[in-house]
Every structure is written in structure tokens, then in C-alpha cells.
């Protein structure tokens, strides 16, 4: 499991990284504020202490990709281009938001343009969609990696197991991150599954795995790199296990007194931005001035669409009746990035039947081997022992091991019962 791979990063790469957490970080505070105000509709979620994980895993992908968030990755979604205002705006629920005041949290997306895919709020069944999303691509020509993240609770979810199960039997470029961050709501990660790295469980299906710290954004970015690289190269998909700390509760509403104050001391030692800050000044990457720089442009940018969101008014009531339905085809068409041709017969025909490597054996004592791949030849009735009653046997040993069975049973019964039922 251990990581060995391209970890270098360029001062530029390294400065945007910063920018993207504070800006991730600003926003937040910022409809922290809003949501104490009443100005939020729904519901809030943070992602304090984890924004490493969506800035530097997004950060590796390209404007092709597609990502699917979930309710802590807004790192993300800024990192793809979602502006400040948009967020607000959908959390505030006001007419001028990405679904037009008629949804009060994240549940938004970008199909066209950015390649967001909504959150859907049950967990895990966002890994077969992106599978699809992955698989589509790829058919198309469009050399895509699908990402999307899921929590160390919706890990025990069965839409987990299917989809990584149906990404890995079709080799999907799908990178999915397991934000590991020690609690599913109020359940330590310790009482929900017996095995110390989440990783572990892309063993079941064959799925190449990295743990990478989720509290540092380089680690992020290369290790989410890397898993790009190798979907890209048609070695997908690809799991990482970031290991991090949720340092609020669940959503605002939740005090998260069952974490003991000595767990938040300690990750509150590893907050993601004030670690890293303290890197690129000790390097000579971020100084002084640039902070102070960064920050103003930031904070500057985060009133304005404050400001734009408030103002911004609510849906007129006549909105509530459409869209209902689907009326006509949606305006939707493939983006073909490869002759058609390639996949479209005759050029695509194939024989309908499945062919099975050794025919399914299991192992030295199978029944049946396989005869040499290719050449046609018959497969060999494997050697048994006597005795032996597998599957293509003659059955002599069934009814031996019968007659043993019924001789013992006679011994055991009082002579006056023999021969009667």
C-alpha cells in the first residue's frame, strides 16, 4: 500500500493549492454566518479540517473530467469553476441560484460546461453513476477519468459494494476517494468496521488502492494524479483512502459533544490550511505580501457574492409549476470523440457467447482443466483419488461412502429397531 510515484509540484501549483483551501475555507465562514442569520434554507454541512481532500484531489483533473460532489467537497466544485455567488445563492435558495431557488442545499450541477454531476443524498449511489458516467466516456473516445467521493460510513453501504464491484469488472477510469474522517454522524469509524485502513477493502475486487494524509493537500494532488494517470492509461479504477478529521459536527445543528475534546486538539494541531501556510513560508513559496495579497483578493471577492446573494430575490410563485415533467426529448447528444464506426457493426461484431478462461476452474483439484488457450483442444478429466465423488466423477465413491454410512447408522440402533421404519 505504500505510495511510490511523481510527488513533485511546481511553485505555481503549490500557490493555487493555498489559494483554493483559503477560498474554500472563506466561503464557508461565510454561509456559516448567513445560516446563524436564517438567510440559509437548508441544511449546512462543513467541511473544516478537510478541505485538502476536494481542492487537491480536483486539482488533478482536467477540464474534461467529471466529478461528482458530495456535501463537504465545495472545495471542489470552486476548484472546477463554480463561483462563490452560485453557492450561496443555492443555499439561500434565491431565484438567481444554478437550480433557481428550488433546492436549498448542494444538490446542483453543471452537465454542459464543467462536468458536475448533482449529489444524490443516498449514500454510495453516486460510485455506479460515475461508473457509467467513466464507462460512457470511454466508449465515446473522450478519454475521461470520472472522480467522486464517499464517506467511511457509506462505505458499509451495499451501493457501495456494487458499484466498485461493476467499476472493477469493467476496468472504469473511476477514481473514488473515501474521505475517511473518524465519524459516520455520531458513529466512530472503530464501531462500524473491524479493520484499521478503508483501502483494505479494494482488495475484494481486485482495485488498486493508495492512503494518502488527507491533511495534506500535495499528498492530495499527487496521489489523486497518479490514480488519474494510471485510469487514463485504461488501469482503472482506483481508490484512495484519505484519512482526515471532521471537525464540526455533522451540520450546523449538530454540537458533535460525543467526539472527546482531546480528539479535536489533536487534529485542530493538523488543520490543513495553517500546516501548509507554514510550509511554503519556510520554503520561501508564499511570503508575506502575497498572503496578504491572497487573502484581500479573497476576502473582497467573497463579499461581492455575499452581497449579490442577498439581493438577489426569491423564486415567483408561479415557478413551483414547471419544470414538472419532461415535455420532448431533452437537448442532449453525444459527444463523439472517435469514429463512429469503431463501435457500430460490422467493425463491432462479436461472437454471442462468453468465453471462459479454464472454463471456470478453481484450482489443481477442479474437475475440469482447461485445454491450451487457442488450440482447440478438448479439456482433460482431471486425476481422483478413490474416493473421490467431485463433479464428473464416476460415483462409486458416493455410494461407498453411502454403504460406510448406513453400516455405522445399523451399528448404533438396538437390535429390535433394525430393518423397521
Not at 476548484?79 to 436549498?104: E, L, N, W, Y
Not at 482495485?207 to 494517470?229: K, L, P, S
Not at 501548509?276 to 513559496?285: C, D, F, I, P
Request: glycine share 10%; charged share 25%; aromatic share 6%.
Amino acid at each position: 500500500m505504500a505510495n511510490s510515484f511523481n510527488t513533485e509540484v511546481t511553485r505555481e501549483h503549490q500557490l493555487d493549492l493555498y489559494r483554493y483551501m483559503v477560498l474554500n475555507r472563506k466561503v464557508e465562514d461565510a454561509m456559516t454566518n448567513l445560516f446563524r442569520q436564517n438567510k440559509i434554507v437548508g441544511g449546512l454541512y462543513s467541511s473544516l479540517g478537510q478541505e485538502a481532500i476536494p481542492v487537491g484531489s480536483v486539482y488533478a483533473l482536467e477540464p474534461r473530467d467529471w466529478i461528482a460532489p458530495m456535501i463537504r467537497n465545495i472545495g471542489g466544485l470552486l476548484v472546477k469553476g463554480v463561483p462563490p455567488r452560485d453557492i450561496f445563492t443555492q443555499h439561500m435558495a434565491r431565484f438567481t441560484s444554478p437550480t433557481q431557488g428550488k433546492d436549498g442545499t448542494s444538490h446542483f450541477g453543471d452537465l454542459k460546461d464543467l462536468h458536475i454531476v448533482s449529489p444524490i443524498s443516498m449514500l454510495g449511489d453516486l460510485i455506479p453513476v460515475m461508473t457509467g458516467v467513466a464507462m460512457a466516456g470511454r466508449y465515446l473516445g473522450q478519454k475521461i477519468v470520472a472522480l467522486t467521493w464517499i464517506g467511511d460510513g457509506g462505505t458499509s453501504t451495499g451501493a457501495f459494494h456494487e458499484g466498485v464491484n461493476l467499476a472493477a469488472q469493467q476496468r472504469a477510469p473511476l477514481v473514488l476517494i473515501i474521505e475517511n474522517n473518524q465519524w459516520a454522524y455520531s458513529t466512530p469509524v472503530t464501531r462500524q468496521v473491524p479493520i484499521t485502513d478503508l483501502a483494505d477493502r479494494a482488495k475484494a475486487y481486485g482495485v488498486r488502492a493508495f492512503i494518502a494524509d488527507g491533511n495534506d493537500v500535495q499528498a492530495m494532488f499527487t496521489t489523486t494524479r497518479e490514480a488519474v494517470r494510471l485510469c487514463r492509461a485504461g488501469q482503472g479504477p482506483v481508490i484512495i483512502e484519505a484519512k482526515t478529521m471532521r471537525m464540526r459536527g455533522h451540520a450546523q445543528h449538530d454540537p458533535a459533544e460525543y467526539v472527546p475534546k482531546a480528539m479535536f486538539e489533536h487534529w485542530k494541531g493538523r488543520d490543513p490550511i495553517e500546516s501548509y501556510e507554514k510550509r511554503l513560508s519556510a520554503s520561501g513559496v508564499l511570503t508575506g505580501k502575497q498572503k496578504e495579497e491572497i487573502l484581500a483578493r479573497i476576502d473582497a471577492l467573497v463579499r461581492e457574492d455575499v452581497v449579490f446573494a442577498e439581493n438577489s430575490p426569491f423564486p415567483p410563485p408561479e415557478l413551483a409549476e414547471s419544470p414538472i415533467y419532461c415535455e420532448g426529448p431533452l437537448p442532449i447528444e453525444p459527444q463523439w470523440k472517435r469514429p463512429v464506426a469503431e463501435v457500430t457493426p460490422p467493425r463491432s461484431s462479436a461472437r454471442p457467447e462468453w468465453m471462459v478462461d479454464g472454463y471456470g476452474h478453481g484450482g489443481p483439484d477442479s474437475a475440469v482443466r482447461a485445454g491450451t488457450a487457442g488450440t482447440g483442444a478438448a479439456p482433460q478429466a482431471l486425476p481422483r483419488k478413490p474416493g473421490d465423488d467431485g463433479a464428473g466423477g464416476d460415483g462409486r465413491g458416493v455410494a461407498q461412502k453411502s454403504a460406510r454410512a448406513s453400516a455405522k447408522r445399523a451399528a448404533r440402533q438396538p437390535a429390535s429397531t433394525r430393518g423397521k421404519r
